[in-house]
T-cell receptor, first 114, second 111 residues
Framework: DTEVTQTPKHLVMGMTNKKSLKCEQH?????MYWYKQKAKKPPELMFV???????INESVPSRFSPECPNSSLLNLHLHALQPEDSALYLC?????????????FGEGSRLTVL | GENVEQHPSTLSVQEGDSAVIKCTYS??????FPWYKQELGKRPQLIID?????GEKKDQRIAVTLNKTAKHFSLHITETQPEDSAVYFC??????????FGKGTRLHILP
């Protein structure tokens, strides 16, 4: 299995909702990432979970919170989002961690905040 | 923190010609430099990467060069084909487990 699976593929939510994005990989990779990608922009790193340590991009607002239940799962909890948070959220995993290996991306979860 | 600059933002080349995309980085601790291709509506996929102990790497029509002294690396695509049309992102590792992307180059292959 060489896939990173993200659910849901599409999500529409209001600004008062609480929702979660899920990401799963069964490649035994040691690192998992959440990236945010707006149209015609590069992926922007939000969180890294590598060797059981969570690293946070300091510019990410607290209305996004990651959770890593085990080494194969990385969830992204969403609460009180703003319309500007509408974007494609990409999960990725890497065998080597430490930012030194190929990123395997999921297909993404397209989020619309109304 | 790491800053990755990428040029040009848009590039149009005639089919069969070569394309070159250039990137610079700021973090001296960076030691891994991947290139990703993203077709419209799809996920980014790795096309080639290079590590800091190597100056050049080639895979068929694609090559990457790295100049660590200048903190500069480049992607070269030869004999371009229509399927090469996409957005290309360079990226660099940081000293703290992260991979940071450049702003991207939209490559158009003209018939």
């Amino acid at each position: 299995d060489t896939e990173v699976t993200q659910t849901p593929k599409h999500l529409v939510m209001g600004m008062t909702n609480k929702k979660s994005l899920k990401c799963e990989q069964h490649m035994g990779h040691r690192a998992m990432y959440w990236y945010k990608q707006k149209a015609k922009k590069p992926p922007e790193l939000m969180f890294v979970y590598s060797y059981e340590k969570l690293s946070i991009n300091e510019s990410v607002p607290s209305r996004f919170s990651p959770e890593c239940p085990n080494s194969s799962l990385l969830n992204l909890h969403l609460h009180a989002l703003q319309p500007e948070d509408s974007a494609l959220y990409l999960c990725a995993s890497s065998q080597e961690g430490r930012g030194t290996g190929e990123l395997f991306f999921g297909e993404g979860s397209r989020l619309t905040v109304l | 923190g790491e800053n990755v600059e990428q040029h040009p933002s848009t590039l149009s080349v005639q089919e069969g010609d070569s394309a070159v995309i250039k990137c610079t980085y700021s973090d001296s601790a960076s030691n891994y430099f991947p290139w990703y291709k993203q077709e419209l509506g799809k996920r980014p996929q790795l096309i080639i990467d290079i590590r800091s102990n190597v100056g050049e790497k080639k895979d068929q029509r694609i090559a990457v060069t790295l100049n660590k002294t200048a903190k500069h690396f480049s992607l070269h695509i030869t004999e371009t084909q229509p399927e090469d049309s996409a957005v290309y992102f360079c990226a660099a590792s940081t000293g703290d487990d992260k991979i940071i992307f450049g702003k991207g180059t939209r490559l158009h292959i003209l018939p």
